[in-house]
């Protein structure tokens, strides 16, 4: 139930992209206490993208999940920031994240909803 989205304007090779996928999928399950089962994510790079009127290195991550607590966004911010930067070089304060607490019956799977 939980998807992470990673976007940022840097080219990563397809290797790349896929680690950083895996990576982030283990570490959203571990900051929310949910099943990995249930994790999606996704790395887009390289789309045209500004942060501050500039082109240097960016990212924007968008975190969704039922249950998604306002009293673990800050650890959650920390922990991504520091693995997007960790591997893509990308300065911390170049990063922004949505977080977003998706009501039950607003998010389907299998057929159903949760």
């Not at 999928?25 to 999606?40: C, D, I």
């Not at 998706?102 to 159903?112: E, F, V």
Request: with cysteine; aromatic share 8%; hydrophobic share 35%.
């Amino acid at each position: 139930m939980p998807y992470l989205k990673i976007q940022t304007n840097q080219p990563l090779p397809p290797d790349s992209a896929q680690a950083l996928a895996k990576k982030a999928s283990n570490l959203v399950a571990k900051q929310l206490g949910k099943p990995e089962k249930y994790v999606m994510t996704s790395v887009e790079s390289n789309p045209a993208m500004t942060f501050a009127g500039t082109e240097e290195p960016l990212a924007y991550l968008e975190l969704k999940s039922i249950g998604l607590s306002d009293s673990t966004t800050a650890d959650t911010s920390s922990a991504l920031c520091g693995l997007v930067h960790a591997e893509t070089g990308i300065d911390t304060k170049r990063i922004y994240i949505e977080f977003s607490d998706a009501p039950r019956k607003m998010w389907g799977w299998d057929k159903g909803t949760f």
